[in-house]
C-alpha cells in the first residue's frame, strides 16, 4: 500500500540530508522517482543539505499540479513509483490534496519534508494540510538542539540579530548568523521568552558586570 509520510522537524534537523537518502536508496532499486522542493537556500530547482549534498529538483510554484505532472509522465511512457517533496512546507493545501489522491489513487509513494510551523510559531498551511492528511508523521531523530542544551521544537528568526514574532511567513535563509534575516532553533521556554543565544549571552555578562560593581 502506497504512503503519504510527512518527516518534520525543527530548521537544520536533516530534513533535506533524509529527502536526497531517500531518493538515493529509492533510485538505487530501480524505481521512478520525482523530486520537488519549493524556495530551497541554493536556489529554484535545487535540493541542499547542509551535509553537503545537492542535486536537481522540480521546482514546485503555485501554478503547480502535480496530478497533472504525474499524468504527462505516464504519457511519456513513464510510470511514478515514489515522489519525494523538499521544503513541503511551502506547497498549497490544494497541492497536498493532489498528493494524497496520488497516493490513494495511483498507488504513488509521497515522502513529505518540511517544518511544521513558523516563526511565530504558526502552522505553515501545507504542514497543517500534510499533518491533517499523512498516513504518518515522523519527527526526525537526529537532535537539533536549543543553546540551552534543550531538544530545539521551535524555529526563531532574527533580524539584525535581534528575535522577531511579526512579518512575512516566508522569507527564505539560513541558521547562520551572517545574515540580515537568519534563524535559530530553540525550545520552547526559550522561543517563549524569545532568548536566543547571543540575548542569553548579554543578559549573562551584564549580571556579571552588575556583581563586579563596589
Ligand atoms: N559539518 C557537519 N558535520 C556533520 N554533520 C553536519 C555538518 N553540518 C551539518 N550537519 C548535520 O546536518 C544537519 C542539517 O541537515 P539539513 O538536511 O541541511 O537539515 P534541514 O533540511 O532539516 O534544515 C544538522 O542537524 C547536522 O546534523
Ligand atoms: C521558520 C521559518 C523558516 N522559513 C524558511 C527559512 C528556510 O529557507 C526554510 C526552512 O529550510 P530548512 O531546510 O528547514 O532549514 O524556511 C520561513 O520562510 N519562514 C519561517 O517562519
Known sequence: MAELVFFSGTMDSGKSTLALQTD??????GRTGLV???????????????????TGAREVDDSTDFWWVVEQERQRGRLVDYIVCDEAQFYSPAQVEQ???LVDEVEIDVF??????????RLFPGSARLIE?????????VQA??????????????VGGVMVVEGEQVV????????????????????MRRMTAASARQRASAHESRLDLP
Not at 36 to 54: C, Q
Not at 112 to 121: H, K, L, N, P, V
Not at 133 to 141: G, K, N, P, V, Y
Open 145 to 158: 538542539l536549543c543553546w540551552c542544551g534543550r531538544r530545539a521544537t521551535h524555529n526563531a528568526r532574527t
Open 112 to 121: 513529505a519534508f518540511g517544518i511544521t510551523s513558523d516563526f511565530r510559531t
Open 133 to 141: 492528511l499523512a498516513d504518518r508523521t515522523e519527527i526526525l531523530q
Open 99 to 101: 498528493l494524497a489522491r
Open 36 to 54: 520537488f522542493t519549493r524556495h530551497d537556500r541554493a536556489g529554484a530547482a535545487r535540493i541542499s543539505s547542509r551535509l553537503g549534498l545537492e
Open 24 to 29: 538515493y536508496n529509492y533510485a538505487a532499486r
Open 172 to 191: 527564505v535563509g539560513d541558521t547562520t548568523a551572517e545574515a540580515i534575516v537568519a534563524y535559530e532553533v530553540l525550545c520552547r521556554r526559550h522561543h
